[in-house]
């Protein structure tokens, strides 16, 4: 058998022809300059038919930009921009606030706080101790709550709409009940802490009264001085304690970061109070009015009412009640007592509850008068209504609101004193 190198050598060597190499060289270069001469001319082709289309194209957007222009519903992240003392610059935000009406109060608002009606509002737990008064900023809050926070000792829930104080406390704890209150505002709920969780501790705390869970289960956007620290709050020296005061600087840093907005995005579906304007001709029946929520005389409470003004002063502890930023005594043109029945749940700290949907007696002090009606609230997520006992929805006066949380027991203490 013959050896295949030396065969593959001779093939090798006779395969290839001199003119067989010049024929393949002519058909390359021909092929070659045939290709690239056609390349050119498509190219040319496609670019003068593309260009008229292009333009065609471009003119109809045009037409449909000017026509029909599309309003992107995306609510873009607000600048951290502060103006004076506190006031907060809105420019970059989309107003959600169908007018200049304060939805708390019904009072028209102040060209320079319009913009506060675009963000979402504040529910702020603040102290009530003796030690704790005067407050700072309370009198600015659009709706205030009053209810026992533990052992007759009571704290005060304040609802910030219209106002945005650069300062307001001192913070307080937060128990679940306030949390169902501040709930019909959707607000950004602050406070100090809240008592024991069931989550952690299920054998030692009822679910029923459980804030952490209540927050959760309701969506609640919380803010808390146990979670949050110095991040929201500044510390004052009060005496021998320290209080945590709402920083609104650190505040607005804080929610631009974490939540990326601060506006009051369905403020549509808040269902606001009647109001009315106040009465020309009033009774005047009314000179004064007391209750106290336990038996400590430190939160004995008493409303004065100013017939020039047409509103009610306020008293606690046997002494005017006053706001600590303006020196003012807090006053209002609505009381609302509202009974509750309270009980203390089977649980190792006695936590008390309070039963807030349904129905209960209230006591309305308006006009220099008092209205006797109930209060009624069908579930858990819906708000609170006032009626008297004709069945129609109360009218408010044009004002801020003060709703004191009083056991049904108080009903009976309750002095009215008339002129």
Do not use: C
């Amino acid at each position: 058998m013959p050896d295949s190198s030396i065969v593959l050598s001779k093939r090798d060597k006779s395969y290839f022809k001199p003119t067989q190499v010049v024929v393949f060289f002519l058909i390359f270069l021909i092929v070659s300059v045939g290709g690239i001469f056609s390349y050119n001319s498509i190219l040319q082709w496609y670019v003068k038919q593309e260009v008229p289309i292009k333009l065609v194209k471009a003119e109809v957007v045009e037409k449909d930009l000017v026509e029909t222009p599309v309003i992107s519903p995306v609510i873009t992240k607000p600048r951290d921009v502060f103006i004076g003392l506190g006031a907060f610059s809105s420019t970059d935000f989309v107003n959600t606030s169908k007018s200049s009406v304060n939805l708390f109060t019904g009072t028209t608002v102040l060209e320079e706080n319009q913009n506060n009606l675009r963000l979402r509002p504040w529910a702020v737990m603040i102290k009530n101790k003796p030690e704790d008064r005067p407050q700072l900023a309370i009198s600015e809050a659009d709706i205030v709550y009053e209810a026992v926070d533990e052992l007759g000792v009571t704290s005060l829930l304040g609802i910030f709409y219209e106002n945005r104080p650069v300062e307001i406390g001192p913070i307080a704890d937060i128990k679940y009940y306030f949390a169902s209150f501040a709930l019909e505002y959707s607000p950004f709920l602050i406070f100090n802490s809240g008592p024991e969780s069931s989550i952690d501790k299920p054998n030692l705390v009822n679910p029923e009264v459980d804030v952490y869970k209540y927050i959760g289960s309701y969506g609640l956007y919380s803010i808390s001085k146990d979670k949050n620290g110095d991040s929201i709050f500044s510390s004052v020296v009060n005496g021998n304690s320290t209080q945590s005061l709402l920083d609104i600087g650190k505040l607005y840093n804080y929610l631009g970061k974490i939540y990326g907005s601060y506006l009051w995005v369905d403020s549509g579906n808040y269902i606001p109070f009647l109001f009315k304007d106040d009465l020309q001709s009033r009774s005047n029946n009314l000179k004064e009015f007391s209750f106290n929520f336990w038996d400590l005389t430190d939160y004995e409470v008493k409303w004065v009412y100013n017939v020039g003004q047409n509103n009610y002063l306020r008293f606690q502890g046997g002494v005017a009640f006053t706001d600590k930023k303006s020196g003012a005594q807090v006053k209002s043109k609505n009381i609302v007592l509202a009974f509750v029945k309270e009980s203390q749940v089977s649980d190792a700290f006695s936590h008390l509850k309070y039963e807030l949907v349904g129905k209960g007696d209230a006591y309305f002090y308006i006009d220099g008068d008092i209205i006797e009606g109930n209060w009624q609230k069908i579930s858990e997520s819906s708000k609170t209504k006032f009626y008297n006992n004709s069945g129609e929805e109360i009218r408010f006066n044009k004002s801020n609101t003060l709703v004191e949380i009083l056991p049904v027991k108080s009903k009976l203490r309750v002095i009215n004193i008339k002129n």
